[in-house]
């Protein structure tokens, strides 16, 4: 248990995320390890649409990312043919959110998605950008269950200013 | 208050502690205080565990109250575990395994095995392993295999006078339950299709570009795996001594009882034809798309239709509710331990730890990790999902052969399901038998792994970068 505290409090790699000015741009990059539910649809030979409900720990890099990680939650629809809608919430430690739309092919083994941020609360009121990201790999695991990773994803985000924000 | 009840009591006071010690720390950037909370909670009850704080019920009782009522897990999906088929299967193959033992097929085959294997307890250790290791192959889930060899050893502990509740005559039963435990998780590891996990490992090693088939994966595995089978059932001899080492008569004893038993009785028969069927059911699932849970079920639907067994036999099973409780929460709290991120995000962490090392101690440590964190698993399928990529990953990033780490983890991935009494859903079933206590459970469960884990690096390692690094 020990060592489960200490990996989730210790530090791992030295650069804590950086206090830029709101408005100006940061860039990073991270990984996501994801884990939920896939309803399959099959529409003929070749075509198939799901729903999907995936949630995870997003860890992001870089010494401007807005945050060391956070936990990712995202729905959507997607079919093999019109390719993938979703959407997105990133909650941090605090409980701020960052809100972001998805778009892109079929969720499947290396298909590219793009995520835009749309709004959130808290620290990230206001916050712009987009960010885009490849599945390293979606396995069903049975009953329903699907399980994911992304890697190599990387994006940029501008916080807006707490006065002027929006907020979903 | 004696002296007992006073270190029991404050052993409860430190897992106490520890749940309101994680609770209120503060939580790590990157996860939510969902998360974390969970964390607390679920850390304090396997602690309390394996301190003999609380029996696993009662610490998977109190646990799955705590974060219901705190609001940290939906009711849902706490309670998911009891829908899960998994789940379900063990409280089936227990009910069935009842009627096995009942109707007296299970002490015709004990008396059969101990005919064959019975001059000494070490010997019916061995029949154990062997027996498992050559059905593995047709079985794809441990925990239906579990079902079958349960009822077997039952019968073989209670043929030999070993009753749980007997402290002179328990351990022999404890022994060969262990047996029974240990060698579905090492017989996993050696057959690609002895486990649901091995080919969901496999598929996400593709991703990696490596070939794994049913042949490839047989020699890979074949040094390590059958030196535990060979090995294992000695050294859980002298981990947990039977009390009974030599039966020079019993071989002769049981050929004798069998003729006395005579021809099969009319429940033996219908009790035979209908597990036949389940054993064909469970071994041809995967090609038929047929459920598990729903053979096992129409199973033990059939054997109360026929009267073999009745509802009085069931009423008399309350220790399987009990396993069922505590399997459930767990198996929920776990799940939801993964789906919040935790696992994923420990994972990451543990494994940015190493940049600069060499590549075979960033091997060995890798692996090391990858075995300890399945005290937090209760599912070998979900430990294989949430953290073999991320292992891979990084041990061939850090310049590990990439088949090498791939067949370390898979192998791991089997091994590992002793390490606790709820670390594979296969091990419920024996656990439940009541012939081991916690204490064992856990020592022996650390032991096996530890000892596994050894054969596989020293001679794994040459083995693997010899046929497939």
Redesign the interface.
């Known amino acids: 248990?020990a060592?489960?505290?200490l990996?989730?409090?210790?530090r791992?790699?030295g650069s804590a995320p950086q206090a830029l000015p709101a408005g100006e741009w940061r860039e990073f990059e991270g990984?996501w390890?994801?884990?939920?539910t896939r309803e399959t649809l099959q529409l003929g030979p070749d075509h198939r649409a799901a729903i999907f409900h995936l949630?995870?720990?997003?860890?992001l890099t870089g010494p401007q990312r807005p945050?060391?990680?956070?936990?990712?939650e995202a729905i959507g629809f997607s079919d093999t043919r019109a390719g993938m809608e979703g959407r997105c919430v990133w909650?941090?430690?605090?409980?701020d959110k960052v809100f972001s739309e998805l778009k892109g092919e079929f969720v499947g083994?290396g298909n590219r998605i793009v995520g835009t941020f749309v709004g959130g609360t808290g620290h990230y009121t206001g916050v712009t950008g987009e960010y885009t990201f490849q599945w390293?790999?979606v396995?069903d695991?049975?009953?329903g269950a699907v399980?994911g990773?992304v890697?190599g994803l990387k994006g940029r985000a501008r916080l807006g200013s707490p006065s002027g924000a929006q907020s979903r | 208050m004696t002296a007992a009840a006073y270190d029991k009591w404050v052993r409860k006071l430190l897992c106490l502690a520890l749940a309101a010690g994680i609770w209120f720390a503060p939580v790590p950037a990157g996860l939510t205080a969902e998360a974390w909370h969970l964390f607390a909670v679920f850390a304090a009850a396997i602690v309390s565990v394996i301190l003999n704080a609380f029996p696993l019920l009662t610490a998977s009782l109190l646990a799955v109250g705590t974060v219901v009522l705190s609001g940290t897990v939906d009711a849902a999906k706490a309670f998911a575990g009891f829908a899960h088929s998994s789940v379900l299967l063990v409280v089936a193959a227990f009910l069935v395994a009842n009627a096995v033992v009942k109707c007296g097929l299970g002490r015709r085959i004990s008396l059969l095995v101990v005919s064959a294997f019975g001059r000494s307890t070490l010997g019916l250790g061995y029949s154990v392993f062997l027996t498992d290791a050559l059905i593995a192959p047709a079985f794809p889930s441990n925990t239906a295999r579990g079902g079958v060899l349960y009822p077997i050893i039952l019968s073989l502990a209670q043929a030999n006078g070993s009753k749980p509740e007997d402290a002179g005559t328990r351990r022999l039963g404890a022994y060969l339950m262990f047996c029974g435990m240990a060698s579905l998780s090492v017989s996993s590891a050696l057959w690609l299709t002895a486990t649901s996990a091995n080919p969901l490992g496999v598929s996400l090693a593709v991703e990696r570009g490596l070939k794994i088939g049913f042949a490839t994966w047989l020699l890979a595995s074949s040094v390590p795996a059958l030196t535990t089978i060979l090995l294992l059932p000695v050294i859980l001899y002298r981990l947990l001594p039977p009390g009974v080492a030599s039966t020079p008569d019993a071989a002769a004893i049981a050929r004798t009882e069998l003729l006395r038993m005579g021809r099969l009785t009319r429940d033996e028969w219908i009790v035979a034809v209908v597990f036949c069927t389940m054993v064909a059911g469970w071994a041809m699932g995967d090609r038929l798309h047929l459920s598990l849970t729903a053979v096992a079920f129409a199973g033990l639907g059939l054997l109360l239709a026929t009267n073999v067994l009745t509802i009085a036999d069931i009423d008399l099973q309350g220790s399987t509710l009990v396993t069922f409780f505590w399997l459930a929460v767990l198996f929920a709290l776990s799940t939801q331990l993964n789906e919040l991120g935790f696992m994923g995000y420990v994972g990451e962490r543990l494994t940015a730890l190493l940049g600069g090392m060499s590549w075979p101690v960033t091997y060995v440590v890798l692996l090391v990790l990858y075995v300890l964190m399945h005290y937090m698993f209760v599912s070998q399928g979900a430990h294989v999902l949430a953290l073999f990529s991320v292992f891979l990953d990084v041990g061939t990033r850090a310049g590990v052969p990439a088949p090498l780490m791939a067949f370390a983890l898979l192998f791991a991935s089997s091994y590992f399901s002793t390490l606790t009494p709820q670390g594979g859903s296969q091990n419920i079933i024996f656990v439940g038998s009541g012939y081991l206590t916690q204490g064992e459970l856990y020592r022996l469960g650390l032991l096996t792994v530890g000892f596994c884990l050894l054969v596989y690096l020293v001679l794994g390692t040459p083995w693997l970068l010899l046929v497939a690094g």
């Open positions: 248990m060592l489960f505290f990996a989730a409090c210790g791992t790699d990984s390890t994801a884990a939920g949630t995870g720990s997003l860890l945050a060391v990680g956070f936990r990712a909650t941090d430690e605090r409980g083994n390293q790999y396995v695991a049975g009953d399980s990773r890697v």
